[in-house]
């Protein structure tokens, strides 16, 4: 999947690794995101995310079979990264930071 985006965004190719650190594909995401937002109440947007530098997979035990997460699996590989997403300063849309030029 990650090879399909960046070729129709102009990007080069990257590891999954490079591309969760890439400015140019968190921004993509950040544009993603705030689209989202529009459509949900406050209580249901996301306000802060991190990207994984690895895909959830049946192979690497993060999925199971069936598709579905490996809840205890993924907390337990990632409790740094869960644990960041409480104490990071959550994410503010750029038009709530500027002053309306109306």
């Known amino acids: ?3 399909l985006w960046l070729s129709s965004h102009g990007l080069e190719e ?3 690794v490079d591309a969760a650190k890439d400015p140019r594909v968190r921004a993509a995401l ?3 995101v705030a689209r989202t937002n529009e459509a949900v109440s406050r209580a249901e947007s996301i306000r802060t995310f991190e990207v ?3 895909d959830f997979t049946v192979a690497n035990g993060l999925l199971t079979p069936s598709l579905k997460v490996r809840r205890a699996e ?3 590989r990632f409790a740094a990264e869960i644990e ?3 104490t990071r300063t959550p994410l503010v849309p750029s038009a709530a ?3 309306s030029q109306d």
């Open 52 to 54: 994984l530098p690895t």
């Open 30 to 32: 950040e544009r993603a």
């Open 1 to 3: 999947m990650l090879p």
């Open 14 to 16: 990257m590891t999954v």
């Open 74 to 76: 993924a907390e337990k």
């Open 97 to 99: 930071v500027a002053p």
């Open 84 to 86: 960041a997403l409480y």
